[in-house]
């Protein structure tokens, strides 16, 4: 029986025995020898034989006969007759044995590299043959720790197919002269399979830059202002160069200031212009060596090294010496006023730094001072890290005529500074007319008011005094003095709940003055600025964001909540964004700065991609506030991993997230999980099921899997599952 024994492919150490049947069909006994044709080449191969000796067989007995085979290296394919011979009797082929051995054998080229002398924080980069002589792909894996300090080894893992080479890149990049050479001996690369690691010798010297291949550059300009100088570089070598400069600084105030790109290309035996920017941020200073020596001064230069590694481990270094001047005018703000009308100039100030600067502030009147003219201002003025604010100065100048001034902003920690020119042209004063008031819904403008006071004798003005006839207007601040023969101002702001326009009025009745009535033509626009929320999460999951807003009302009112679709010709209400409540109650706004108020918004997607929305709160005197949503739904995250005991079932929640009901499917990617009951089937709209998955145990099948939950058109919802062998009664009795 079994006339072929096919070992089939064994991996080097692995030991199978094959076995066939030897039948005595007579009916005497027979003595019988069995033995290979090749005895030398079936032990060569690795191959035993029991019974390996003469046996004697009684009638209608069955002997088995085994094949054993054990190889401990790569073979190539093997076929052996195994022969049955009875004595006096020509010998017979009872069986054929045949098979194969694989195994992995990698080589490398080099045992040991030498990279001789590289300049610090150069590379040096040289190939390393990696080989495969094996039947079979290999995994290969280096052990970094043991080299990453000092060298690079690319790729540091992956596989090689079978008779095939891999070069690998290795790399010395010293950053650290070292007195001696650095020898890294023994790095083992892992073979996957294998117990024996590669080992490889890595071996180099880190050496100090050269003194002939250091050279200077020096670039000049004002401050904050760029300039670019170029450097050359040549290639004496016959291969392309592709380097990567880097510039430092051991000065820290400086670091920034000089920089070039990444990447620097020259041709083989040509020259390469490398360009460097030079944008100093603050200006140099200069110091007198000699005090009796006017002309001893010298410059104490912006400080940087630009570094060269090139190809071959040697470097060219130059120093960078910057010089950056006092700075010009920032701008010339030109404006134009009546005479006896306040104005705010604006200035646009730039923090040129990522800190926040606090400057000093300051301006001169060019020429004769004028007492008519009036400038006010903060005298500090902070300004965030890379950001612009706006300076206001309050002017006022009561004669016609040019006012020519400089205001200087002065960082008082470094000495640091910018200016501005500022030319105003004072023209006739206008008669007193209505006044308007435009503004932003919810932002404030304010409007100075003067008053002349031509008596000898100061007078006061209280807020008693003053009545408005419109609840958004009020005055700052709320009393104040005018000296004899001067004027004194007020602020009268406006801040609109609606965009509208109407009148009101302002009556001052001064006991001292009497009355002054001002005409007010108010404005509200709508807000400058558009509030949004944005949203983002998995299908099948929902996400709260909280909507703030300040309420202003002086009295109790209700705001009724709305969201809307909006985009793509869309209307009507939003599906996937949702209010907690369809109100909010507000109590009267008693301070000027409001009562902030809020809501949850919920978006739950029903569907993959973007939506978008609006929400609106109104309250029946038409105050309105407005809020873009922008959701985008991702597809579903997986979920578990789910545990469940052998021969036991589990319910897994799932909920239909669409917008209309749809067809689920169910599968599952290991054969030990399934269904429990029926198939998942049709789900209504934003309905969920629980679906029961048991897991049957099998050493066949591994004890992890997923279910796949599937529908036409998108993505499928994953659920990890875990199987979990049951608990034997003694077990289960010792854990409780």
Known sequence: EDQILDFGIVGVGGDLTKSC????????????????????????????????????????????????????????????????????????????????????????????????????????????????????????????????????????????????????????????????????????????????????NLHGKCVEQSEDSTKEAKLKTIVRTSTKQSVELQNTSDQHWRIKPTISSSMDICKDYFKGPPVFEVPPKGKGQYEVNYYPLTMTKEVQKDPEDPNSKIVIYHEASLFFPLPDGSAVLYKLFGESTPPNVKDTIKKTVKAKAPMFIEIPVTNWIKSVQRFAVKWEIEGQADPAVFIRGANTFDVSSDATKIFKLNFLAYKVGVVKFKVIFTNKSNGEYIFYNIEVQVSEADMPDAMEMTGPVRETVTRVMTIENPLPKPVTIEKSMLTIDNENVYVTPESFSIPPSREGAFELNFRPLIASQQEGSVILKSPDLGDFKYKLLLKGTKPTTQKSLHFKTALGTELVQTFKFTHFVKKQTVYQIKIEKTGGGASGPATDFKSDSPNIQAQPAESLSGVELSLNIRYE????????????????????????????????????????????????????????????????????????????????????????????HNPSYAMTGRMIIGTKGLPPWIYYLHGEKQLSYFQTFTQT
């Open 605 to 696: 997607p029903n569907n993959l991609g973007d939506s978008r929305a609006i929400l609106m709160i109104t309250n029946p005197d038409g105050v309105e506030y407005s809020c873009l949503l922008f959701g985008h739904a991702t597809a579903p995250q997986p979920q578990g991993p789910f545990k469940i005991f052998h021969q036991k079932t589990i319910n897994v929640d799932f909920k239909n997230p669409l917008s209309e009901k749809c067809e689920f499917n169910a599968r599952f990617d290991n054969p030990a999980f399934s269904l429990a009951g029926k198939a998942v089937g049709v789900i209504d709209a934003g309905k969920s099921m629980a679906i029961p998955v048991k897991f049957d």
């Open 21 to 200: 049947s030897l039948v005595n069909k007579s009916k005497k006994p027979i003595t019988c020898s069995l033995f290979p044709a090749q005895a030398e080449e079936f032990k060569k191969n690795a191959l035993s034989l029991t019974p390996d000796k003469e046996i004697t067989l009684k009638p209608k007995e069955v002997v088995s006969v085994e094949i054993r085979y054990h190889p401990s290296v790569r073979m190539p394919s093997f076929r052996h007759d195994i022969m049955v011979q009875i004595p006096e009797n020509e010998a017979k082929v009872l069986t054929t044995a045949m098979g194969v051995s694989h195994g992995i054998e990698l080589k490398l080229m080099e045992d040991t590299m030498d990279y001789g002398n590289v300049v610090k924080n150069s590379r040096l980069t040289r190939q390393l043959q990696l080989a495969n002589f094996g039947d079979i792909p290999a995994k290969y894996s280096w052990d970094k720790h043991a080299y990453s300090k000092w060298f690079t080894i690319t790729p540091e893992k992956g596989h090689i197919p079978p008779h095939e080479d891999l070069y690998l890149e290795i790399t010395f990049h010293p950053n650290q002269v070292t007195p001696t050479q650095i020898r890294i001996e023994k790095i083992k690369c892992s073979i996957e399979g294998t117990s024996e690691p590669l080992l490889l």
